[in-house]
């Protein structure tokens, strides 16, 4: 009796988690298969300021917008913050913390990563564009 258990359970899992789909890599310089056409792209969820602005450039250039959303106010998920309007002070603090180690709760792994290459004076920037969203 308890082999049967055993089976159902790994029948379970295995049904959980089977592939969903497949990728094919073709060789390098080998034509492409005829592929049906893509769907379009979904709308991005607000457009960015001017890029002349150079906080907006950066936080452009950094990939902010991928988490935060290209206004900084609309989140690809709940559990990540919106940080536009914050006061700029309190999101250089945040981001600073973070890339110091300081701050390690949350998502801030994700975070970590990002801003390890990203100077002081450019998270200031981008603060200081944040908070005026």
Same mark, same amino acid.
């Given at each position: 009796?308890?082999?049967?258990?055993?089976?159902?359970? #790994?029948?379970?899992? %295995?049904?959980?988690?089977?592939?969903?789909? #497949?990728?094919?890599?073709?060789?390098?310089?080998?034509?492409?298969?005829?592929? @049906?056409?893509?769907?379009?792209?979904?709308?991005?969820? @607000?457009? %960015?300021?001017?890029?002349?602005?150079?906080?907006?450039?950066? &936080? %452009?250039?950094?990939?902010?917008?991928?988490?935060?959303?290209?206004?900084?106010?609309? !989140?690809?998920?709940? !559990? &990540?913050?919106?940080?536009?309007?914050?006061?700029? #002070? &309190?999101?250089?603090?945040?981001?600073?913390?973070?890339?110091?180690? !300081?701050?390690?709760?949350?998502?801030? @792994?994700?975070?970590?990563?990002?801003?390890?290459?990203?100077?002081?004076?450019?998270?200031?920037?981008? %603060? #200081?564009?944040?908070?005026?969203?």
């Amino acid at each position: 009796m308890g082999s049967t258990a055993v089976a159902v359970a #790994e029948d379970d899992v %295995a049904a959980r988690i089977k592939p969903v789909g #497949e990728v094919k890599v073709a060789a390098p310089g080998a034509a492409a298969p005829a592929a @049906a056409p893509a769907a379009p792209a979904a709308a991005p969820a @607000a457009p %960015a300021a001017a890029s002349s602005d150079p906080g907006a450039a950066l &936080y %452009a250039a950094k990939g902010c917008g991928a988490c935060h959303g290209a206004d900084g106010k609309t !989140t690809i998920m709940d !559990t &990540y913050p919106k940080i536009a309007g914050q006061s700029a #002070e &309190y999101t250089l603090a945040q981001m600073k913390d973070i890339k110091s180690g !300081t701050r390690s709760n949350g998502q801030s @792994a994700v975070m970590k990563g990002i801003v390890a290459g990203v100077s002081d004076e450019d998270l200031k920037t981008i %603060a #200081e564009w944040l908070s005026k969203q």
